[in-house]
Every structure is written in structure tokens, then in C-alpha cells.
């Protein structure tokens, strides 16, 4: 199976894509996972996109493009993955149906979460992420057993960069401006299916598993 999850930053994509996966033994493909690792590996990926990751700003295109032809083309994507974070543009989303149809692969799933600016505020500035994992937990309604330490693995916990209130502001600007559009997108193709995601983790994961699986 193929999904592809869209929404605002902190509106849980991660979360859910990670449930996905387990339970459908497919990759999650975080393209924000995928830079930040490339930024702290140095890489010439990671030189290119620090830039624009420390500013919430989206990297150009061209460089997204070609980061997930490479991706989706790879063994690892054959039996199904899960988008989460890409695209985020109209041009992506075109350049991906050119990259889908050259593997000659489609989209199962489009799943939209809809989430409030003042809910994605308050979980954006409480989120922490596993510097070893990359669990993610939020201190208001998922925080870890023990504070500043990850319950999976140990790992220490931090706040993302990204995760600062101006930055916020910013990519909750652009969400407005560039991804909201692809919400008509898919409408347009019939593949939109749109989930409340200001609720708790376990309800948004009853509605996602829903629409993969009717009763
Ligand atoms: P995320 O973890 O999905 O919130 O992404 C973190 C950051 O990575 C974003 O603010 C962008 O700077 C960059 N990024 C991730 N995915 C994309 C994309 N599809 N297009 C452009 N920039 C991206």
C-alpha cells in the first residue's frame, strides 16, 4: 500500500505514519527525518538544506525531487511506504506523479489531518524528539516516563530547532500559502480523505485505520 499524509507541522503526521508502518510493514518516508540527518551528517544535502531547515523555510524543489525519486526507486519502497512531509508544493506533487508513473506506481491513500493554528502552537512548543530514535513525545498529553530521557531506547530527548515560536510562526505561514493547495489537488483526484487530527493519538489512529480498513 502507498500513502501519502499532508498537514500542518505538528499536526501529527509523524505519529500516525509511524503507526502505519507498523502495522502495514512499510517504510515511513520523512523527508524532514531524512534532511535533519543529512544536516548532521554534513552531507552535501545537508550543506544545502541547513539553510533553509534552521529558517522553517521549504527547500527548493529540484533538490525534493530528486531526493525522493532516488527514495521510491530504492528497494526498500517495492511493497508499499508512507509520505510523510512530501510533497509540500503543487510542483512536488506534479513532480511526484511523473516519478509515480515512471515506476509505474500509484497512491492508495491521501490522508489531510486538519488541525487548528492555537493546537499546533501549544503541541509544536511542548514536542520532544529522541536524539538516538527519533520517538517523538509531547509533555502535555505524551511525555515520557522519565523526564528528559526516551522511554524506547534511552536516548536523550531534545526540542527541535524548528520547534521555536518565530519559526513556528513561519512554517505555519508557508503551510497556509504552498501545502494547503494540495488539498484540491487530490480532492480533484479523488484520493483526499481528511481525518481530525486535533484529537488524541488513539482517536485520529481509529479514524485513519477506518479508511484503510471499513468495517
Ligand atoms: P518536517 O519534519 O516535516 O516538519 O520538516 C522539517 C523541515 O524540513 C521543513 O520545515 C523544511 O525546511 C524541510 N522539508 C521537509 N520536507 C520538505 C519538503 N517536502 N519540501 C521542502 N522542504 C521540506
Known amino acids: 500500500m502507498r500513502f501519502m499524509l ?4 505538528g499536526g501529527g503526521k509523524g505519529t500516525q505514519a509511524k503507526k502505519l508502518s507498523a502495522r502495514y510493514q512499510i517504510p515511513q518516508i ?33 533538490v525534493m525531487l530528486d531526493l525522493i525519486a532516488e527514495t521510491l ?15 509540500r508544493t503543487i510542483p512536488q506533487a506534479e513532480g511526484l506523479d511523473t516519478i509515480l508513473d515512471n515506476l509505474d506506481m500509484h497512491l492508495d491513500y491521501v490522508i489531510a489531518l ?30 515520557p516516563e522519565n523526564s528528559g530521557v526516551c522511554d524506547k531506547c534511552g536516548g536523550k530527548l531534545v526540542q527541535r530547532d524548528d520547534d521555536q515560536p518565530e519559526t ?15 488539498l484540491e489537488y487530490y480532492r480533484n483526484k479523488g484520493l ?24
Open 192 to 215: 483526499l480523505n481528511e481525518v481530525n487530527g486535533a484529537q488524541d493519538i488513539q482517536s485520529v489512529w481509529e479514524d485513519v485505520k477506518a479508511i484503510v480498513e471499513p468495517s
Open 168 to 182: 513556528i510562526k513561519n512554517r505555519l505561514e508557508i503551510f497556509r500559502e504552498q501545502t494547503q493547495p494540495l
Open 73 to 87: 526507486g530504492s528497494d526498500k519502497c517495492e511493497d508499499g511506504f508512507i509520505l510523510d512531509g512530501f510533497p
Open 30 to 62: 520523512s523527508t524532514g527525518d531524512i534532511l535533519r540527518d543529512a544536516v548532521s551528517h554534513g552531507t552535501d544535502l545537508g550543506k544545502e538544506a541547513k539553510k533553509y531547515l534552521d529558517k522553517g523555510e521549504l527547500v527548493p524543489d529540484n
Open 114 to 143: 486538519r488541525v487548528e493554528d492555537e493546537v499546533i502552537v501549544k503541541r509544536l512548543t511542548s514536542r520532544r524528539v529522541c536524539k538516538n530514535c527519533g520517538a517523538i513525545y509531547n509533555l502535555l498529553n505524551n511525555p
Open 6 to 9: 499532508i498537514g500542518p507541522p
